[in-house]
């Protein structure tokens, strides 16, 4: 028994030898020069395998390079850290005390504020409203500010009223204020970051010097109320990111001296806390370690591995998601094109011939092109945090749009060769060249390949330049009311409001200042009582800053033996008693109950919500006059390209032209308004939960009115483009077959816009409706008619020709416009010739008598696409993750 307990004790003399020597290696560790021993400490590990202490799980000391501690040292060594403090504070006041015994203190920002004034220059009363006529009135007003012409009829609003006071170093200061009293402007004046369109005057002052004078940005951050965060990173990579970006840790200087003034002295640091703090001092070298240590403090450690994520994203990243779904779409749309155009030579023996093969090409042309819509919505939810990262300088924006286009090269190529197999072999007479006003000679190939590659580089240039320059779109402005513009100026005059917290405060007593007279209003129905009492929440802070509407400062100063009457002053008896009053039911109280689970019929509902959806819209000119606008643009850049294409009507080739005027214009005006309608719908989807769950209304009558109240905007979106491309194309000017063109412009946008609510509807948000979208969109554009006619499209695809929204609006609008024309046309070849109607019918079997059934074809697109779009409101919620 004796012998077995003596072979595992430990001896005093073995302590001894292992403190001895645990007292060589820092003596050692001592004789190095100071800039080799910042880079060398004593870590603490398990003891090797043999060893004498390794039986009972003892730790030795071990020198190891700061710079290279492995994964789990560095998770051990924060655990142990953070376990001998106990908690994050406890920690915090060793690193304190280290510095403090040697006496070095540490850096201290004191930020005073003077006389600080913001102003905003803003619209009131119903000119605030966000509507169209305004919409445009405001950009008429800011250009011609811009030119010095006109100031315009807006009014000052005080933000911030000439407010002072000081942010003490090493102290918590809590903000408070109700809404609109200037919260949000004050922490951004603070910052260095108020926008362009608020006039500030006041000084501010870091340690005595102003802003303009250093980067306050690297100084201080506003921490916004929204969380950008990269979805695609970990927990632990976006913080690396950040160290990585801005540096970390105490200051290499600082601990240069700390080590030189303890070794003087003859101190001896905790082994642990030396190798952390080195560790914290290399230039942001070991980044992994704050991370670790950050990740412990905050309790992030158990989620340190999982991806941020966003709203929807959930387990594998979102960018993956996308790259995965939009690869997978592309080799499907590339597998069909080619058993399109499936042919071991394709044939060449006729223009027609040729004609086709040029249609392949531009075919892959186009759907390279409309490829990169998919790129823009993935671009568009990654700007806030871009903008994020831009504003607190972690990189300039080259930075990330040079690795960008670097990384998209390879996907590009291979793409394009995904798009080219299987189309090789073949040749086309100069005819075909000559006759599409296509150059013949072999040099144009380096000339389009030079163009192309100067074209890449301009693009990735101006996208760097708009990232550097140009800032997010800010908040709308709020409606201020005449009236309230006038009340806060009379304040701002000294009158006396209805209660001041700093006469309270000293007076102890409400009886000071006379109440105002109270405003209110006389309720329809029985309210409904929800009592809370005895809730507890507080913040430990030792400065209070206190604010009012109006940015005016009520108090601001030290909390001490007084600031129970802060308390008292929100805790007043007659509330109280009110609480105690309410909480108890009287004996006439009945049990809720509802007859029906809505409120409203159905009708009742549509009509609600219709009249919630034409505020909206109306009031939304981001989605509504912009897609006038670019209407306006489309319009007038094909009715100028296409000049007086619609009276010529003499040879094959200007009923081509005439054909590819319309199917751009369809094209580039339907995808757009499809685009632009889906971020409009993800919105208002997400609203519609809430409301939907509160009982408001239905699914139905919510879709329904989405689907009405976009008949008047396309419809006044066709009139505009009717108009103006009709007249300058110089199609003939008879009332049917104006208004043929102006009916099937009209569905056809309206199908489009109705697509993309679809889209929107059965995806989890508006990033992946158009990569949903966008094979279809291929798809449409392949068997249009325009590029291959429906009689040179294989047989085993033709049905798809008939199920293609876009052939029939092309099959109407070509025939409404030269179906019933008899005149002679000269055909391709240059030799024969038939009439306009007969070419029609025989190349791409074009009938007028069926025009009333093609009517009925594209009318019948829009109402498909609305039922599916108001089934899948209904039955599909995304809001579960």
């Given amino acids: ?241 950040a160290g990585r970006c801005q540096g ?208 890449a580089i301009a693009l990735n240039i101006l996208f760097t330049l708009f990232l550097t320059l140009l800032n997010p779109i800010g908040n709308l402005q709020a409606v201020v009311s005449k009236d309230e513009i006038r009340h806060r100026d009379s304040r701002r005059k000294n009158d006396r409001v209805a209660l001041e917290l700093r006469s309270y405060l000293h007076s102890h007593s409400l009886n000071g200042p006379n109440l105002k007279e109270q405003k209110g209003m006389v309720l329809p129905f029985q309210p409904l009582n929800m009592c809370f009492k005895n809730i507890n929440y507080y913040v430990d802070v030792p400065e209070l800053l206190f604010m009012k509407r109006g940015g005016q400062l009520i108090y601001a100063g030290p909390l001490g033996s007084k600031s129970r009457n802060l308390v008292e002053f929100f805790e007043v008896r007659q509330t109280k008693d009110m609480v105690d009053a309410l909480s108890k039911p009287n004996n006439e109280s009945k049990e809720l109950t509802f007859a029906t689970k809505y409120a409203q019929p159905f009708c009742a509902q549509y009509i609600a919500c219709l009249w919630k959806q034409n505020l909206s819209y109306w009031r939304n000119p981001q989605y509504t006059a912009v897609r006038f606008f670019y209407t306006v643009i489309i319009s007038l850049m094909f009715g100028t390209i296409c000049w007086k294409f619609g009276s010529r009507r003499e040879t094959q080739h200007d009923i081509f032209n005439a054909m590819g005027a319309m199917y751009a214009a369809v094209l580039f005006i339907g995808i757009t308004n499809a685009t632009s309608v889906q971020p409009v719908i993800s919105i208002e989807r997400f609203v519609s939960y809430r409301e939907r769950a509160a009982g408001m209304y239905s699914a139905l009558p919510f879709a329904f009115s989405l689907v009405t109240v976009e008949f008047p905007y396309i419809l006044v979106q066709s009139l505009i483009y009717g108009t103006i491309f009709y007249s300058l194309g110089s199609f003939e000017w008879t009332a049917a077959k104006f208004l043929w063109f102006l009916y099937f412009m009209y569905f056809t946008l309206l199908y489009f816009t109705f697509y993309g609510m679809m889209t929107t509807a059965i995806t989890p948000n508006h990033t992946v409706a158009p990569i949903i979208a966008a094979p279809f969109y291929t798809l449409w554009n392949l068997f249009s008619g325009f590029m291959i006619p429906r009689k040179r499209i294989p047989v085993w695809w033709r049905w798809y020709y008939w199920a293609n929204p876009v052939s029939w609006t092309l099959y109407g609008l070509l025939t409404s416009q030269f179906g019933d024309l008899d005149q002679p046309l000269l055909l391709a070849d240059g030799v024969s010739s038939t009439t306009v109607a007969t070419f029609l019918e025989q190349h791409f079997g074009f009938r007028h008598d069926f025009l009333g059934v093609v009517a009925a074809m594209v009318a019948g697109f829009c109402v498909l696409f609305a039922v599916v779009f108001a089934l899948a409101i209904k039955c599909l919620n995304f809001q579960r993750r």
Avoid at 252 to 262: G, I, K, T
Avoid at 281 to 307: P, R
């Fill in 1 to 241: 028994m004796w012998a077995a307990e003596a072979a595992f004790s430990r001896s005093g003399s073995w302590r001894e030898t292992e403190d001895e020597a645990d007292a060589l290696r820092w003596a050692a560790l001592q004789r190095l020069p100071t800039v080799a021993r910042a880079r060398r400490g004593l870590l603490r590990s398990p003891a090797p395998h043999g060893a004498a202490a390794a039986a009972e799980g003892d730790d030795v000391l071990c020198e190891v390079d700061v710079a290279g501690l492995s994964s789990g040292d560095r998770t051990a060594l924060v655990d142990r850290l953070l376990a001998d403090s106990g908690d994050a504070e406890h920690f915090f006041r060793r690193i304190r005390s280290r510095f403090d015994a040697v006496h070095i203190e540490f850096p201290k920002i004191e930020v005073r504020y003077e006389d600080l004034t913001v102003d905003a220059y803003v619209h009131v009363g119903s000119r605030a409203l966000p509507t169209i006529p305004n919409f445009i009135c405001n950009m008429t007003e800011a250009f011609l500010r811009h030119l010095r012409i006109y100031r315009g009829g807006r009014v000052k609003l005080p933000i911030l009223d000439n407010i002072s006071g000081i942010i003490r170093p090493s102290r918590m200061t809590l903000l408070l204020g109700p809404p609109s009293s200037g919260k949000t402007t004050l922490l951004l004046a603070l910052a260095g970051r108020l926008g362009p369109g608020l006039k500030m005057s006041g000084d501010i002052a870091y340690n005595g010097h102003r802003l303009n004078e250093f980067v306050p940005q690297r100084t201080s951050a506003y921490v916004s109320q929204q969380d950008w965060h990269a979805s695609e990173m970990t927990v632990r990579e976006t913080l690396e990111f």
């Fill in 248 to 455: 970390v840790g105490i200051k290499y200087d600082m601990l240069v001296e700390l080590l030189r003034r303890e070794k003087n002295a003859g101190i001896k640091p905790d082994e642990d806390l030396d190798v952390f703090m080195k560790a914290l001092a290399l230039d942001g070298k070991q980044t992994s370690l704050v991370a670790e240590y950050i990740m412990k403090i905050l309790g992030l450690d158990v989620c340190a591995d999982t991806i941020v994520g966003d709203e929807m994203i959930k387990g594998i990243s979102g960018g993956q998601k996308k790259r995965l779904t939009t690869a997978h779409l592309l080799l499907l749309v590339a597998l069909i094109t080619m058993t399109v155009f499936f042919r071991t030579t394709m044939h060449h023996d006729s223009v027609d011939d040729g004609i086709i093969y040029l249609g392949a090409l531009y075919f892959a042309i186009v759907m390279i092109l409309f490829n990169g819509f998919t790129e823009v919505s993935m671009l568009v939810t990654k700007l806030p945090v871009l903008y994020k990262h831009r504003d607190l300088h972690f990189y300039p924006p080259w930075a990330f749009t040079l690795p960008s286009w670097l990384l998209s090269i390879p996907t590009s190529l291979i793409e394009s060769g995904m798009w080219q197999f299987g189309n090789q072999n073949i040749t086309l007479g100069e005819v075909i060249l000559t006759g599409y006003g296509l150059f013949k000679e072999k040099y144009w190939f380096w000339i389009g390949v030079g163009a192309l590659f100067g074209y």
